[in-house]
């Protein structure tokens, strides 16, 4: 982790409460300085960081922005180390992407992860969101918007798995906003008239041989449609840990 990272991860950490710059800096293996910088480095990137003499930092209670920090903390809490580390090991959390599940395509194509199954990409807003049929997918700031790359032989699945996705998105959205989640044909997900999801599982096949050597599954989610549904405000990182919650129990390798 860069020395950004490593800071939010604290203040993740004690979110809600001060923390002193000596302590961060002690903790950390930093410098003051550097402490200093990048508090404001992430002030300016959007974190709500309140700053008191004599008192510290503290990440108020009501920042919500995504964070490889603030996702692992809550995936920690739902499943095993061993597990939660698996995954933390391939999540890339970028600020912007054309598509999470084209960004997903180049990794398969590249071969930048050495194992893809349960890679899981994560985007703050997406340029050309992708929904079925070609159709555009709006993908504003303030969404959840992430694909995960499952291996077919490594699923426990019985039904298809865009539906088992599907029944799972549903699940997780339903307990974390307390909202009732209409599901049409397409299995994208509204409340009421409101579309506040979008599921898209694409099949990765060997050119030679036809079989699927790999699925993708991309989920949009509109958050601030769901908040204004809903009394309930979940952060983003943790509906994001509760789906990788969801999507390790589809796998065969779950212990």
Known sequence: MNTK???IQ???EAKGKYVSGESLADDLGLSRNAVWKAINDLKKSGYNIESVRNRGYMLNESSDIISKAGIALCLHRKVSDSIANEMLDKLCVYDNLDS??????????????????????VARTQSFGRGHGGTDFDS???G?????ILDPDMLCVTAPITETVADMVTSVLEELYGVKCDRKKDNSLYVGKNKICGILTEAVSDLETGVYSSYIAGIGIRSDILCSASSLRPSKN????????????MSTTNT
């Not at 943790?238 to 129990?249: R, Y």
């Open 140 to 142: 504003p700031d303030g």
């Open 5 to 7: 990272e490593k800071i």
């Open 238 to 249: 943790l509906v994001i840990a509760t789906l990788m919650a969801g999507f390790s129990k």
């Open 144 to 148: 959840i918007y992430l694909s995960i």
């Open 100 to 121: 999470t599940n084209t960004q997903a395509k180049r990794e398969l194509v590249v071969g930048n992860f050495e194992i893809s199954h349960k890679t899981v990409i």
């Open 10 to 12: 604290a203040l993740e």
